[in-house]
């Protein structure tokens, strides 16, 4: 597994550097290919795309896609030039998946992966396990006692063996498990939580293991929010280490955990926390990543969205950056994913009352501060900071 994921990282490497040294000057597809003179050797061009940027480090940077984004061109050419992972933003969910027992809809999940192919991005499955958006015929069947223990394991082995099973070979990274621990202090792993209530808390293993078994090349993540120090007493954190730990320890098929990354800049946030949070993750052999980026604040309103608050126009690029460099300071985090890239294409509005302003590109998908800023981020972290010239103070 290691082999294919270094040539794979081999070849996006060397794709990325004719672009880093003189790619697109503008984040315009059409432009993406239009072949600029290269700069002095070792130059970054400080206008590439941040995929392009990223993938002379090896990290991939991506975001939730959902089906506006791909039939929209003007959402579509932003995807395909400067991201190259894409997550279905609900698609892959078995509540769109199978709406009624064994009538599937793979339609939004095949669109997915197609525009992947097409771009030339990888796909990062999500999610095989989760308490949320699951079929009605499901959770009813469970509460009315139609389906039992033994029935409701059966059905999320099908699950997983036909849905993993179907995209065998095109998914990078697996959500298999997502949220399965408490938001308490300490935390642990939620005894109220729909699967470990209904089908035994041996349900984390056992979908890692059939996910593995239906695909033994994908990388397998544990997915959960405010595992990198965002609770403030790294409660979570300790708990998803120790999941993770207790997994590792029975060999069980899990490859790397996920910090799904949802800011709100009314919070306080420590980025070093962040940092050291998926050191001791990666202390465990495992891989990481930050899987759903976004930065939140209060707005004047939904269509819109400018920010209320003065200052968090200044936050806003600031924490999307620190997630960044702490993402380039463990060698083990391989990508960057945000949820949602355009602030018309975000779930924030919809979910939290008077917010929004929570991606890097605006309602009218102009690029923000936060675009910028990760992309000097990127610029630097494809070559190196320039080395500083010391001069000496004149004497008086
Ligand atoms: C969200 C989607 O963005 C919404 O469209 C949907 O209605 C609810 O789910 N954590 C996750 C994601 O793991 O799957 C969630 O996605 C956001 C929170």
């Not at 999610?127 to 699951?134: A, V």
């Not at 997502?178 to 005894?191: A, K, R, W």
């Given at each position: 597994m290691d082999m294919r994921r270094r040539s794979l990282f081999a070849a996006a490497g060397a794709a990325s550097a004719a672009a880093v040294l003189g790619g697109a000057a503008t984040a315009n597809a059409s432009t993406l290919s239009a072949a600029q003179p290269a700069g002095p050797a070792g130059l970054v061009n400080p206008n590439a795309p941040l995929r392009d940027l990223a993938a002379a480090i090896g990290l991939r940077i991506g975001s939730a896609i959902i089906p506006q984004d791909i039939n929209t061109p003007s959402f579509a050419a932003i995807a395909g030039t400067q991201l190259d992972v894409y997550t279905p933003g609900n698609e892959m969910k078995w509540q769109v998946v199978e709406p009624t027992q064994g009538v599937f809809d793979w339609s939004g999940a095949d669109n997915l992966v197609a525009f992947a192919k097409q771009n030339d991005a990888l796909v990062r499955g999500h999610?095989?396990?989760?308490?949320?958006?699951?079929p009605t015929w499901l959770t009813t069947g469970v509460s009315n006692g139609t389906i039992n223990k033994t029935q409701l394991l059966d059905l999320l082995q099908q699950h997983i063996f036909t849905e993993v099973g179907r995209y065998k070979g095109k998914i990078?990274?697996?959500?298999?498990?997502?949220?399965?621990?408490?938001?308490?202090?300490?935390?642990?792993?939620?005894?109220?939580?729909f699967w470990i209530a209904n089908a035994g808390p041996e349900v984390i293993s056992l979908a890692f293991q059939w996910a593995h078994e239906a695909d033994p090349h994908a990388l397998l993540f544990y997915n959960d929010y405010n595992i990198g120090g965002e609770d403030g007493s790294n409660a979570k954190h300790n708990a998803a280490f120790a999941l993770v730990q207790g997994l590792l320890n029975d060999g069980i098929p899990v490859h790397g955990v996920g910090n799904q990354g949802h800011l709100d800049t009314q919070f306080g946030w420590s980025p070093q926390r962040l940092r050291q949070d998926l050191q001791h993750f990666a202390s465990l052999g495992l891989k990481v990543a930050l899987t759903e980026v976004d930065v939140r604040t209060f707005v004047d309103g939904p269509t819109t969205q400018v920010p209320t608050n003065s200052l968090a126009q200044f936050a806003h690029p600031f924490e999307f950056t620190e997630m960044l460099k702490s993402v380039l300071q463990v060698p083990e985090a391989i990508s960057f994913t945000m949820w949602g890239f355009t602030d018309a294409d975000s779930w924030i509005p919809g979910f939290f009352k008077g917010e929004g302003y929570g991606t890097p590109w605006d309602v009218n998908q102009n690029p923000k501060q936060a675009f910028f800023s990760l992309q000097s981020e990127l610029v630097l972290a494809a070559k190196g900071a320039p080395r500083r010239v010391h001069t000496r103070m004149p004497r008086p």
């Open positions: 999610t095989l396990c989760w308490h949320n958006q699951l990078w990274q697996w959500d298999v498990c997502n949220e399965f621990l408490t938001d308490s202090n300490p935390s642990q792993v939620n005894p109220n939580d």
